[in-house]
């Protein structure tokens, strides 16, 4: 009895610590074969169609209304204190900072993240990657490694849309709903947003988040048992682990970026 | 799908992307108004700085000139010495003073300055020797029951 269960805590032990030095040398052999991603562009431009602008959708409408809310919300707390003319310096900070990269990256794990699992789980599980090994096509070059860049490029560009978009809906609830004036909602924005420190901050989160998710969203369909309901299991893993993923990431981020800041 | 409306759909997709971050960078951010390549140092020595924090404005006559680069303890003289980093376009008379001053009652801290009337001009490294500490609530209040006090023992 005793027995069996440290069997299990080992047997387990083991599979977790194969799992890991299987992703990173998955992670690897994806960056040493990403020259075929570059060469033949053409891949790289198909898989950001399906990541990047099927996902426009959802993100600017997600980000139109998370930024009227904000709007709404903050307007609400900050006239109790008569500043009501913070409400652009509050929308644009913590769109820029926070809800653009962490929410464009957990709607962009569950839109792309999803999709990219379910479709290689499947070409593995119909015997489409060793088709292609045996045809002496790499399938990391063909298949992953454009999806892998696809994905990095497109989510910097979907977090700053989602964050233009949300400030655009602040603007249309502050100012033509409620009526804070213009003037101050656009110069107190302006003059609190720093270009380095909070711009160019929440960009590079959007790419560590974009690596994150498609590294994580590739391993899981690659890794996935050739089975149906191996690919939908891996399918919300996907999800699931990517969320995770990227608000512990947040965390660190923040925590080293903001740092010395207040 | 046709390959050139897969184009299309991407380019216009990229072209978004960075507009979205052109407006990020030119609307609703701004750089920091004084970069480190235009820009002079000059040290002020208060007695206590309050609540001051770096990256404070500086301001003269309510025009922000610059902002606190640096605050440190001086362990020789005792007292705070904080650099101020000034707009290069700006110049200051050697006998200018300098305040700590808060906006509003219970708004940020920030150094003000008061040109003098000198006509040689502070250069990089230099000290302002005109200082006025930050006005800390605690010593005001304590100051103003030693007076209660004291006009109360004397009557």
Same mark, same amino acid.
């Given at each position: 009895?005793?027995?069996?269960?440290?069997?299990?805590?080992?047997?387990?032990?083991?599979?977790?610590?194969?799992?890991?030095?299987?992703?990173?040398?998955?992670?690897?052999?994806?960056?040493?074969?990403?020259?075929?991603?570059?060469?033949?562009?053409?891949?790289?431009?198909?898989?950001?169609?399906?990541?990047?602008?099927?996902?426009?959708?959802?993100?600017?409408?997600?980000?139109?209304?998370?930024?009227?809310?904000?709007?709404?919300?903050?307007?609400?707390?900050?006239?109790?204190?008569?500043?009501?003319?913070?409400?652009?310096?509050?929308?644009?900070?913590?769109?820029?900072?926070?809800?653009?990269?962490?929410?464009?990256?957990?709607?962009?794990?569950?839109?792309?993240?999803?999709?990219?699992?379910?479709?290689?789980?499947?070409?593995?599980?119909?015997?489409?990657?060793?088709?292609?090994?045996?045809?002496?096509?790499?399938?990391?070059?063909?298949?992953?490694?454009?999806?892998?860049?696809?994905?990095?490029?497109?989510?910097?560009?979907?977090?700053?849309?989602?964050?233009?978009?949300?400030?655009?809906?602040?603007?249309?609830?502050?100012?033509?709903?409620?009526?804070?004036?213009?003037?101050?909602?656009?110069?107190?924005?302006?003059?609190?947003?720093?270009?380095?420190?909070?711009?160019?901050?929440?960009?590079?989160?959007?790419?560590?988040?974009?690596?994150?998710?498609?590294?994580?969203?590739?391993?899981?369909?690659?890794?996935?048992?050739?089975?149906?309901?191996?690919?939908?299991?891996?399918?919300?893993?996907?999800?699931?682990?990517?969320?995770?993923?990227?608000?512990?990431?947040?965390?660190?981020?923040?925590?080293?970026?903001?740092?010395?800041?207040? | 799908?046709?390959?050139?409306?897969?184009?299309?759909?991407?380019?216009?997709?990229?072209?978004?992307?960075?507009?979205?971050?052109?407006?990020?960078?030119?609307?609703?951010?701004?750089?920091?108004?004084?970069?480190?390549?235009?820009?002079?140092?000059?040290?002020?020595?208060?007695?206590?700085?309050?609540?001051?924090?770096?990256?404070?404005?500086?301001?003269?006559?309510?025009?922000?000139?610059?902002?606190?680069?640096?605050?440190?303890?001086?362990?020789?003289?005792?007292?705070?010495?904080?650099?101020?980093?000034?707009?290069?376009?700006?110049?200051?008379?050697?006998? &200018?003073?300098? =305040?700590?001053?808060?906006?509003? !009652?219970? +708004?940020?801290?920030?150094? #003000?300055?008061?040109?003098? $009337?000198? /006509?040689?001009?502070?250069?990089?490294?230099?000290?302002?020797?005109? &200082?006025?500490? =930050?006005?800390?609530?605690?010593? !005001?209040? +304590?100051?103003?029951?030693? #007076?209660?006090?004291?006009? $109360?023992? /004397?009557?």
């Amino acid at each position: 009895m005793l027995r069996q269960a440290i069997e299990n805590l080992g047997n387990r032990t083991i599979q977790g610590v194969w799992r890991v030095g299987f992703a990173s040398r998955f992670f690897f052999a994806m960056l040493m074969h990403s020259g075929t991603a570059f060469r033949r562009f053409g891949l790289t431009i198909r898989e950001m169609y399906f990541t990047g602008v099927l996902s426009l959708i959802i993100i600017l409408v997600s980000g139109l209304f998370v930024g009227m809310v904000l709007g709404l919300q903050g307007y609400e707390t900050l006239q109790r204190f008569g500043a009501e003319s913070a409400l652009g310096t509050l929308v644009a900070l913590s769109l820029v900072r926070e809800l653009g990269p962490v929410l464009a990256g957990l709607l962009f794990a569950s839109r792309a993240g999803s999709a990219i699992t379910a479709e290689i789980g499947l070409m593995k599980a119909t015997e489409q990657l060793s088709a292609m090994e045996m045809m002496a096509v790499d399938p990391i070059a063909r298949v992953v490694a454009p999806r892998f860049w696809a994905g990095v490029i497109s989510m910097p560009l979907l977090a700053a849309l989602f964050s233009a978009m949300g400030i655009f809906g602040g603007y249309l609830v502050g100012v033509h709903l409620i009526g804070v004036d213009e003037g101050t909602f656009w110069s107190q924005m302006k003059s609190a947003v720093d270009f380095q420190q909070d711009i160019i901050n929440g960009v590079i989160k959007s790419v560590v988040f974009g690596v994150a998710i498609t590294t994580i969203a590739l391993f899981e369909g690659y890794d996935a048992p050739p089975t149906a309901e191996g690919v939908s299991g891996a399918t919300t893993r996907t999800v699931v682990t990517s969320s995770l993923a990227v608000l512990a990431l947040d965390f660190v981020l923040t925590a080293f970026m903001f740092r010395g800041l207040s | 799908m046709n390959k050139t409306v897969l184009d299309l759909w991407v380019g216009l997709f990229v072209i978004a992307g960075v507009a979205a971050l052109l407006f990020l960078a030119l609307k609703v951010g701004s750089t920091s108004a004084v970069s480190a390549s235009s820009s002079y140092e000059i040290v002020a020595r208060f007695d206590d700085i309050g609540g001051l924090k770096p990256r404070a404005p500086v301001k003269s006559a309510g025009v922000v000139v610059g902002r606190v680069a640096d605050i440190r303890f001086d362990n020789k003289t005792f007292d705070a010495a904080v650099t101020l980093r000034l707009d290069s376009r700006y110049a200051f008379p050697k006998d &200018t003073s300098a =305040a700590i001053m808060t906006s509003g !009652l219970l +708004g940020e801290q920030y150094v #003000g300055l008061e040109a003098g $009337g000198d /006509s040689q001009v502070l250069k990089n490294k230099d000290q302002i020797l005109i &200082t006025q500490s =930050a006005v800390v609530l605690e010593n !005001l209040i +304590g100051r103003f029951m030693y #007076g209660q006090a004291q006009e $109360g023992a /004397s009557q």
